[in-house]
């Protein structure tokens, strides 16, 4: 089941979370479907911008990497 923060950053995109936990597009066309996971996927981006504490240097890339991972509930590598 899709972690909590996933499921919220989903709604806030427009798209139905059904009983199961999945996320789907709710009676919309061609268009707005991939308006809402255009957005679904920006809302994403953002929050691992501001999980990695915009520390992007090479020393820091692997501790970014872990806190992401960590914010979204993910341990290990999809």
Not at 48 to 67: F, I, Q
Request: charged share 20%; proline share 4%; aromatic share 8%.
């Amino acid at each position: 089941q899709m972690n909590a923060l996933i499921l919220e950053l989903a709604t806030k995109a427009g798209l139905y979370v059904d009983v199961n936990g999945k996320p789907w597009p709710r009676n919309m066309n061609g268009e707005d479907i991939e308006g809402a996971y255009s957005k679904f996927a920006e809302l994403i981006v953002l929050e691992c911008a501001k999980a990695s504490g915009g520390s992007l240097g090479p020393t820091d890339r692997y501790h970014s990497a872990l806190r992401i991972k960590q914010h979204f509930g993910i341990e290990q590598s999809v």
